[in-house]
DNA sequence: TAATCGTGGCG
DNA sequence: TCGCCAAGATT
């Protein structure tokens, strides 16, 4: 495999260009174009990416889409301008920022990396050992920011680059064994003079090209130097291992309605695990029986309570059903974690939650017209 | 090393 | 409909 990547290669010399530079003019005229990306032009006539955007949007960005991140992206951008800003924020308020987002340790750890730039003199690590010193920044995205934001020669390797990679030079290895062999391989491609368009390139790449699913081979910048396409199979790449069955869990969240002026019992979830540090309505332990302990008899309190529906969620690594109840009240002697919320939909509720409280809804107003 | 940790879109 | 999987990190 031809992985060299100075431009005075002796395979090069006769006016064939590298992989990394084929990529680079693809890029040049291809590139997306992102809300927290200076494009290779502004970069080319000495522009500098915001750190904190990049920090910022690369933590959003872990195993989520592009589309999903912009808005969240713009409102914490606008909201939190600096990392200062993030930084002084009340935690609760960033956990009802990230709400819907998912992955809510991504949140945790965003306040707390933010805190500890502040506290130690307000500017992000401009290498990836000092990044990776950091709460939530991992090896891929301590890679990312010295490359993009500080356009060092930072391997970046994500699940785009996975895919790519393992495609140009059809690494037979199944992941994630195949991720140190992947990363030798972009660290010696990389074009040292442009590491942060590089990435990005790559990304761009498997995004829009080199897909998981039929891959547009046609169009692709380097498809003559892609060892799968010449085998005629690249949608092989890259191997995974086989994949667990997903088991399924049951039980019920109740929606207490206060009488007096319609607002909702709600609890905070513990700071770790599922769902962590986040808010919902009061439910039964989630459990893998079939025969469940669901049912209004399961309820944290006694009250009338009327069977609203159920709604179905799938986790990363099991399947939930839950039964929906509500009832009106009058009061309720609430352990600490309990709170009555006048504003449900603006609480820290993840999705789950919120499509418990939809099903509840129209049983809410009922209860609260008649109140 | 392997399990845990959300959500939404797409084929 | 349903499995796949997305700019992974943490323990």
Not at 236 to 265: I, N, T, Y
Request: with cysteine; proline share 8%.
């Amino acid at each position: 495999m031809n992985v060299s990547n100075s431009p005075m290669a002796p395979a090069e010399s006769a006016g064939k260009a590298s992989l990394s530079n084929r990529l680079l003019d693809w890029y040049d005229r291809h590139h997306r174009e992102l809300p927290w990306r200076i494009s290779p032009s502004a970069r080319a006539a000495g522009a500098v990416p915001d750190p904190y955007h990049i920090w910022l949007s690369e933590i959003m960005l872990q195993q989520t889409t592009v589309e999903a991140v912009k808005p969240y992206f713009q409102r914490f951008k606008e909201r939190w301008p600096h990392v200062s800003d993030l930084a002084g924020a009340e935690n609760d308020d960033v956990m009802k920022a990230w709400a819907g987002l998912g992955y809510y340790s991504r949140a945790r750890n965003l306040k707390a990396c933010a805190d500890h730039i502040v506290a130690h003199g307000g500017a992000f690590p401009d290498t990836e050992s000092g990044l990776l010193n950091l709460p939530g920044v991992g090896p891929y995205t301590a890679a990312a920011i010295a490359a993009i934001a500080f356009n060092q020669p930072a391997a970046v390797v994500d699940g785009n680059v996975e895919r790519v990679i393992s495609r140009l030079f059809a690494v037979e290895t199944p992941l994630p064994v195949a991720k140190v062999q992947i990363r030798q391989i972009v660290t010696e491609i990389l074009p040292h003079d442009r590491p942060g368009d590089f990435a990005q390139a790559m990304m761009d790449l498997g995004a829009t090209i080199c897909s998981p699913k039929r891959p547009r081979c046609m169009l692709c910048p380097v498809n003559e130097y892609c060892d799968a396409l010449a085998n005629g199979d690249p949608e092989r790449f890259p191997l995974r291992p086989p994949k667990m069955e997903k088991p399924s869990r049951r039980g019920a969240a109740f929606v207490a309605v206060r009488l007096s002026d319609g607002a909702v019992l709600l609890r905070k979830r513990p700071e770790k695990g599922l769902l962590g540090g986040m808010t919902e309505p009061p439910t039964t332990a989630w459990t893998a029986r079939k025969d469940g302990e669901t049912g209004a008899k399961a309820a944290p309190f006694d009250a009338n309570w009327k069977f609203c529906g159920r709604i179905s969620h799938i986790f990363t690594h099991f399947a939930l059903e839950l039964e929906v109840y509500s009832a009106g009240i009058e009061g309720f002697s609430q352990p600490d974690n309990y709170f009555w919320s006048s504003d449900v939909m603006a609480e820290a509720l993840p999705t789950v939650m919120k499509k418990v409280i939809e099903t509840a809804l129209p049983d809410i107003s009922k209860r609260r017209r008649f109140a």
